[in-house]
């Protein structure tokens, strides 16, 4: 039995976490916690723990429209955790 040779040797640079490549996601609802972690519930009742700039500046009530990317190697506070690019509080009615 031959092997053939590798192609190319092992990469030393810098790796991307399997999180980096996932596609970015919206959670649109309402603040439930703040504290050590923010907490929003969407309109499906789902929990998100929502990190980012911009996140420590809410407070229970606030509707919230978060777009960012999932991050499946940290743990959330109360759901999955979303690191934010933006955070808009909405109008409340």
């Given at each position: 039995m031959t092997t053939?040779?590798?192609t190319a040797s092992p990469s030393a640079g810098a790796t991307t976490p399997p999180s980096e490549g996932l596609q970015k996601i919206r959670v649109v609802g309402e603040v439930v916690q703040t504290g050590d972690c923010v907490v929003v519930r969407d309109d499906n009742a789902t929990t998100w723990t929502i990190e980012g700039e911009g996140a420590d500046g809410l407070s229970p009530?606030?509707?919230?429209?978060?777009?960012?990317?999932?991050?499946?190697?940290?743990?959330?506070?109360?759901?999955?955790?979303?690191?934010?690019?933006?955070?808009s509080v909405l109008p409340s009615g």
């Open positions: 053939d040779p590798p009530g606030d509707r919230v429209s978060v777009t960012g990317a999932p991050d499946l190697t940290a743990t959330g506070c109360g759901g999955p955790l979303v690191r934010a690019r933006t955070i």
